[in-house]
């Protein structure tokens, strides 16, 4: 079964907008942790952001927050005045305590963003 | 402070070949792993380890091996490269379970 799944493969918006990435998790375990990575054109994967299951608060990390809905298991990215520099891939990540530090990844969106 | 390093950053290889992908870190992080990249698929767990000495099968671990005789490299070979393993590689390592440090990527290409 996917644990990670990304529904939109691509996004657009326009400078200066919020836009939100979609990402759904499936898990057993009560206590998992919940990633953000961005990967521009040049291929590196960059950490955005992150959630853990027993947070109560949504995380914030300057211009990005994570729409956590435990219930739905759902952890959107919501991505606040969006930036020319914003435009590439970004994936959504979880950590399950039963893998220890192993991550799984979703398949990812293209994020492009146009003045 | 060079983070996580990657050696080589591309290469072409033929099919039956062998090689190994190096990776290296400066931060005295325990756990260290090796993901590959294909298009549509996302980043997928090959190995991983959680110290000197030690490693682990991810998820896709079949055709390579691994090695992690000093705390900052974890080496990963292809012992008869096929055009399946045609992908990007990434290391990364981390500290605790949260965030996890990448590399820049191995380009490899089997033909």
């Known amino acids: 079964a996917q644990k990670i799944t990304q529904t939109q493969p691509g996004m657009f918006v326009q400078e200066k907008e919020a836009v939100t990435l979609d990402c759904t998790y499936d898990?057993?375990?009560?206590?998992?942790?919940l990633f953000w990575y961005k990967q521009p054109s040049s291929g590196e994967m960059i950490f955005l952001i992150y959630q853990g299951s027993y947070d109560e608060q949504n995380a914030t990390e300057g211009r990005y927050s994570l729409n956590f809905q435990k219930a739905r298991k759902s952890a959107n990215l919501v991505i606040s005045a969006s930036q020319l520099g914003d435009s590439a891939m970004y994936f959504c990540a979880m950590r399950e305590r039963a893998g220890f530090q192993k991550l799984v990844f979703g398949t990812g969106t293209r994020l492009l963003v146009s003045p | 402070n060079a983070g996580v390093t990657q050696t080589p950053k591309f290469r072409v290889l033929k099919t039956g070949q062998s090689m190994t992908l190096l990776c290296a870190q400066d931060m005295n992080h325990e756990y260290m792993y090796w993901y590959r990249q294909d298009p549509g698929m996302g980043l997928r767990l090959i190995h991983y380890?959680?110290?000197?000495?030690?490693?682990a099968k991810g998820e896709v671990p079949d055709g390579y091996n691994v090695s992690r005789l000093k705390k900052q490299n974890f080496l990963l070979g292809l012992e008869s490269a096929a055009p399946s393993q045609t992908s990007v590689y990434f290391c990364?390592?981390?500290?605790?379970?949260?965030?996890?440090?990448f590399g820049p990527g191995t380009r490899l290409t089997v033909t």
């Open positions: 990364a390592s981390s500290l605790d379970s949260y965030e996890q440090y």
């Open positions: 380890s959680v110290g000197e000495g030690t490693t």
């Open positions: 898990t057993s375990d009560q206590s998992y942790g």
